[in-house]
């Protein structure tokens, strides 16, 4: 299992059966490999529809794709529907959860996602209306990036949402933003308390007892 | 009943320096042989409304590969990296928007709205310049409409009166944009008889059809 499993595996538990889910591009993506199909958890692609599943070799439709441009399969219950419908139903409360990548995160728990200023502009895509109106959620991303902390203090680059996120879940830790500051719930298996901290700016606050993160 | 064009009619329609809203998300939904003709003519100085650039060659690509547009208003371009070179260069200026607002924006524009009130982008950098409104103790952004000369739309079906049903996450930003531009041009994959369609299932309906293109026929 590597870094990435780990972390999906572990964002996988906070997915409730029968809840509406939009996951970003990328690591957030692999979380549906550890959603048990009976669960009945549905996916939206912000791109128009609810219902996106897995596909078949070689079943390509070239009208069915998720938002990041690749091609996908739509599970018996999907609904395809428009962008500004797609759009209403994140910012109208109707989504139970996102999932995020991040390229920081502050001790406020607010996001930084979409833009290096200066390097990597690629746009904000849905992040925006993600973060700010999802019912929850969750940053998924890997500790630090090369060897910087990504878990910072104050945030040094463009914020996505004022919005204070929910969960970070990363290979080494689960820290729950608050009002107080960045709570360290957990831990990885193998992961003590000060590793966590020295690969994180921010102070963190130590929850008593740290659990070990149970993975699905 | 409408008449339908070639490709090469309807695309000589369209002035160099329109202001275009394209449907598509990532080239899926976009009409490609639309744009393959604005190429073939050089139609340059367009300003576009989309969701995003594509990849190089693929969909509203195309037209950054040849340099056609001088303006783009996207919601991403990450995916594109002859749009960011161009955009890093100066040849072209990229305006970005939330995804979700980009939709308000434009159905604002096709539904006769003063604008939209949203709470994305608050404090952020795509707030800059943007009013901010309190609304019951919470701020929201106004957003003003967009409006176009010219909508291109990929549809599955078209019926000869121009009546118009999608088909899955092809659907994305065509049905807003056929309502928020002067002249709306249309590309199916099939073309069928009226009556085909049942009214129940028309996602946009003819009357805002300007332009049904068969892609069959030559100039």
Redesign the interface.
């Known amino acids: 299992m590597n870094a990435k499993q780990l972390i999906a595996r572990r964002v996988a538990n906070e997915i409730q059966p029968g809840s509406l889910v939009n996951l970003g591009i990328g690591l957030p993506t692999m979380v549906a490999q550890y959603v048990p199909p009976e669960s009945d958890v549905f996916f939206q692609s912000e791109n128009g529809i609810i219902g996106s599943g897995g596909l078949p070799d070689g079943m390509d439709n070239p009208s069915l794709s998720d938002a990041g441009g690749g091609m996908i399969g739509a599970l018996p219950g999907a609904a395809a529907f428009d962008s500004a419908f797609s759009f209403g139903l994140i910012r109208g409360g109707h989504l139970d959860m996102t999932v995020l990548g991040g390229l920081q995160v502050d001790s406020q728990g607010r996001l930084a996602n979409w833009i290096i200023p200066g390097k990597m502009v690629p746009g904000m895509g849905g992040a925006m209306d993600l973060v700010t109106s999802a019912r929850k959620v969750i940053v998924a991303m890997i500790h630090t990036a090369k060897g910087q902390a990504k878990i910072v203090d104050e945030l040094k680059l463009p914020m996505t949402s004022g919005r204070r996120v929910d969960l970070i879940v990363t290979e080494l830790a689960v820290i729950k933003p608050s009002e107080q500051g960045l709570i360290l719930e957990e831990v990885a298996p193998g992961v003590d308390v000060a590793q966590v901290q020295a690969h994180t700016d921010a102070k963190l606050i130590v929850s008593e007892p740290v659990k070990t993160m149970a993975l699905s | 009943m409408k008449k339908t064009t070639s490709v090469t009619h309807a695309v000589d329609n369209i002035p160099a320096g329109a202001i275009i809203m394209i449907g598509g ?5 976009t009409p490609e042989h639309l744009i393959d003709e604005l190429v073939r003519q050089n139609k340059g100085d367009l300003t576009l409304i989309a ?2 650039t ?2 190089p060659g693929i969909g509203i690509g195309k037209l950054i590969d040849a340099h056609l547009v001088k303006r783009v208003t ?6 594109n990296p002859e749009t ?1 070179r161009q ?1 890093i260069a100066e040849e072209l200026t ?1 305006e ?1 928007v ?7 924006q ?2 604002c524009g096709g539904f006769g709205l003063g604008g939209v009130l ?9 707030a800059e310049g943007k009013r901010t409104i309190e609304i019951d103790g919470k701020e929201f952004l106004l957003e003003l409409p967009f409006k176009a000369d010219v909508a291109l739309i990929k549809a ?1 079906q078209c019926d000869y009166y121009g009546n118009l049903q ?11 944009m056929a309502m928020a531009a002067t002249t709306v041009f249309v590309e199916a994959e099939e073309l069928v008889p009226a009556g085909c369609i049942a009214p129940d299932d028309v ?1 946009t309906p003819g009357t805002l059809v300007d332009y049904i293109v068969n892609t069959k026929v030559a100039a």
């Open positions: 998300f990532m080239g899926v939904g969701n995003d594509a990849r996207a919601s991403h371009i990450g995916t960011q955009m990229v970005l939330p995804q979700g607002t980009l939709a308000e434009i159905r949203t709470p994305t982008a608050v404090g952020t950098l795509a599955q999608y088909r899955l996450t092809a659907q994305n930003f065509n049905p807003v996602h």
